[in-house]
């Protein structure tokens, strides 16, 4: 029987899902993208699903896009096929907070999944980096684009443009990883991390990832009446006026994501 390329439990409102492709290194290739594509598709539309972890194998979060595939195509074929583009773009869509657990490599393509993702939790084995120059390409799924925008444009140039491998702690130090743990509790700290924020409420949640993710598209005037009109449209949220009346009845809120 087939092993399935992504594996999914649900903890609470938490979803769990497993990079699961342990003998390529969880290289990433079409089948595997379109699965992982599928579940979160599904789970944005889930209401009892609030957030979603995204895992890989120990050794490896995903070791790069396939290069053995990518290798037999020209300019024709990947234009075709619009390459890298569909199923290699779900979690860049997904509006649900998002959170990478990454033990071991996530490079190349691996590293630009995490990149899409809302928050990345690393083991102390973790390695980022985008090193596509080093088989004579260039990041080609939102690297350029993603990674200055969390370790600013000179260090981004300078990891690429020396192909470097970087560890956890110097990813956390230049603000691409939130937090770093021992690697055997990278899961379980990721899953708290998850739940500790699915404990909000769903709809809040998913205007505020909207209102921060757009800050880089807007000029800062544009950006707070934005952020205005998302803030009015929380008036409407149940959980709003229960979040407000239990924080003058100093008691716990008791949110109904709705």
């Given at each position: 029987?087939?092993?399935?390329?992504?594996?999914?439990?649900?903890?609470?409102?938490v979803?769990?899902?497993?990079?699961?492709?342990?003998?390529?290194a969880?290289?990433?290739?079409?089948?595997?993208m379109?699965?992982?594509?599928?579940?979160?598709?599904?789970?944005d539309?889930?209401?009892?699903?609030?957030?979603?972890?995204?895992?890989?194998?120990?050794?490896f979060?995903?070791?790069?896009?396939?290069?053995?595939?990518?290798?037999?195509?020209?300019?024709?074929?990947?234009i075709?096929?619009?390459?890298?583009?569909?199923?290699?773009?779900?979690?860049?869509?997904?509006?649900k907070?998002?959170?990478?657990?990454?033990?071991?490599?996530?490079?190349?393509?691996?590293?630009?999944?995490?990149q899409?993702?809302?928050?990345?939790?690393?083991?102390?084995?973790?390695?980022?980096?985008?090193?596509?120059?080093?088989?004579?390409?260039i990041?080609?799924?939102?690297?350029?684009?993603?990674?200055?925008?969390?370790?600013?444009?000179m260090?981004?140039?300078d990891?690429c443009?020396?192909?470097?491998?970087?560890?956890?702690?110097?990813?956390?130090?230049?603000?691409?990883v939130?937090q770093?743990v021992?690697?055997?509790?990278?899961?379980?700290?990721?899953?708290?991390?998850?739940q500790?924020v699915?404990?909000?409420?769903?709809?809040?949640?998913?205007?505020?990832?909207?209102?921060?993710?757009?800050?880089?598209?807007?000029?800062?005037?544009?950006?707070?009446?934005?952020?205005?009109?998302?803030?009015?449209?929380?008036?409407?949220?149940?959980?709003?006026r229960?979040?407000?009346?239990?924080?003058?009845?100093?008691?716990?809120?008791?949110?109904r994501?709705?």
């Open positions: 029987m087939q092993e399935l390329l992504v594996v999914a439990e649900r903890i609470g409102r979803a769990h899902l497993q990079l699961n492709r342990p003998t390529k969880n290289v990433l290739n079409a089948e595997l379109a699965a992982l594509s599928a579940h979160l598709a599904h789970l539309g889930d209401d009892e699903v609030s957030v979603i972890v995204i895992s890989g194998h120990p050794k979060f995903a070791a790069g896009a396939d290069v053995a595939a990518m290798v037999k195509l020209d300019t024709a074929d990947v075709r096929e619009r390459f890298l583009t569909g199923a290699w773009e779900c979690v860049g869509r997904v509006r907070p998002v959170i990478a657990a990454v033990t071991g490599y996530a490079t190349g393509g691996g590293c630009e999944l995490v899409s993702c809302d928050a990345i939790i690393a083991g102390e084995s973790a390695r980022f980096g985008q090193p596509e120059l080093a088989v004579g390409t990041p080609g799924l939102g690297g350029t684009q993603r990674l200055p925008r969390w370790i600013g444009r260090r981004a140039l990891w443009l020396r192909a470097r491998v970087v560890t956890a702690r110097e990813a956390h130090d230049a603000g691409l939130t770093v021992a690697d055997e509790n990278v899961v379980p700290h990721a899953i708290a991390y998850a500790e699915a404990a909000y409420s769903l709809p809040a949640l998913i205007l505020l990832k909207e209102a921060i993710n757009r800050t880089a598209e807007m000029p800062l005037s544009a950006g707070l009446d934005f952020e205005k009109r998302l803030f009015y449209s929380t008036f409407a949220f149940e959980d709003r229960e979040g407000m009346a239990a924080f003058l009845a100093k008691r716990a809120p008791v949110f994501h709705a």
